[in-house]
């Protein structure tokens, strides 16, 4: 123990003899959190142009329901579609609605009509909730005009089935809840697995490998008093990460505060084991580097981040498998959003632990062979 905290006593010296690598470290929480976390907003607005053929009560009726909806923005109307298609594409209008002749007269009389909706789905995201939500509006016109003509059939196909429904874990469906937490997952990922990547490599190149090669010290102690400082480091930026994401979008945490770090720490620990593994079979730092860049890249693909992991095909699960932010993110958000027990996370957490045992343990073996 003695051999290893002086490793962890010089390692910490080495970093804080560069300041501008303690700002770079620093910075991370308030970049990532703050700013990437607010990039990730709700979509609240949707631009939306009009061609009404028709002009009845009816469309006035949708038209001005829209206006008075927090989520549509009316730029204007046209008097044929051929007009709004070109408002469309060079002014980024995210939806046409389009009442075409004697929508209202067929609506009363035949008790259906038709409105055209043309959303750009350039963004697919916006799209979806562009159209969910203008069908939304016009479902409820159309019971009003069953109910004020005394249609019962046209109120009948209106409100056949009455569905309630609540949102659990996240009622207010706010994105940074989901968002905060993951940039902080992202964050200790990155940070973890850049710094263990770079600490043995550059006991190579500057050639003081050698030297402790000569010395009475083991591997273990030394690969130790290599990746605790980073964990330590890790801790504190994940604790600063949290503190900002209740202080600015007062992301609340449900569960367990002590059971974020107990299964962050964990998780750290394999993310170190990759960093020393990337290490290990570096010669130099530009080849850690564009290692350490392409590990990042797999796991934030495969990580529950761009896309859901039950949304892959088969052979991407396989790889969220073997992949450390895929489990740290899911028992984060479980933890933090739902207020998950240490029961429920605990398949998850063995899994990791397997990880760590094994990628450490081949660390262990190429770097005695190697040196």
Excluded at 100 to 126: C, G, M, R, Y
Excluded at 151 to 164: F, M, Q
Aim: aromatic fraction near 10%.
């Amino acid at each position: 123990m003695r051999i290893i905290r002086f490793i962890i006593v010089k390692e910490f010296i080495q970093i804080f003899r560069n300041p501008l690598l303690v700002l770079i470290i620093l910075s991370q929480p308030f970049i990532q959190v703050l700013l990437l976390g607010t990039a990730g907003g709700d979509i609240n607005y949707a631009s939306v142009y009009v061609v009404d053929e028709d002009l009845s009560s009816t469309s006035r009726e949708i038209i001005s329901k829209m206006e008075g909806s927090d989520f549509f923005d009316i730029r204007g109307a046209a008097l044929t579609m051929d007009e709004a298609y070109k408002v469309m594409e060079y002014k980024n209008i995210n939806l046409i609605v389009h009442f075409p002749p004697n929508f209202e007269k067929k609506l009363i009389k035949e008790h259906s009509s038709k409105v055209q909706l043309v959303t750009n789905a350039i963004d697919a995201i916006t799209a979806s909730l562009t159209y969910a939500y203008s069908s939304e509006i016009i479902g409820a016109v159309n019971k009003d005009v069953a109910i004020k003509w005394g249609s019962k059939s046209l109120s009948n196909k209106a409100s056949t089935v009455s569905i309630p429904y609540s949102y659990w874990y996240n009622r207010a469906l706010i994105s940074q809840y989901i968002m905060v937490p993951a940039m902080c997952v992202a964050m200790v990922v990155m940070i973890t697995i850049l710094l263990s990547g770079m600490n043995i490599v550059k006991e190579k190149e500057i050639g003081t490998m050698e030297q402790l090669n000569v010395t009475p010290m083991r591997k273990t102690h030394f690969i130790m008093g290599k990746i605790i400082p980073v964990w330590i480091i890790n801790i504190v930026l994940l604790a600063i990460g949290l503190i900002l994401s209740s202080l600015v979008f007062h992301v609340p945490v449900v569960g367990s505060l002590w059971l974020v770090f107990f299964l962050s720490g964990v998780v750290m620990f394999l993310l170190l084991a990759v960093g020393v593994l990337i290490s290990v079979i570096s010669n130099t730092q530009q080849q850690a580097m564009f290692f350490t860049f392409f590990i990042i890249m797999i796991f934030v693909i495969f990580g529950d981040f761009i896309t859901p992991i039950d949304n892959m095909p088969s052979w991407g699960k396989a790889m969220a498998d073997l992949n450390p932010q895929a489990y740290y993110s899911r028992m984060i958000h479980l933890v933090i959003t739902k207020g998950s027990g240490i029961k429920d996370i605990l398949p998850d957490l063995l899994k990791v632990s397997g990880l760590t045992f094994a990628t450490l343990a081949v660390s262990l073996w190429i770097f005695n062979k190697k040196d």
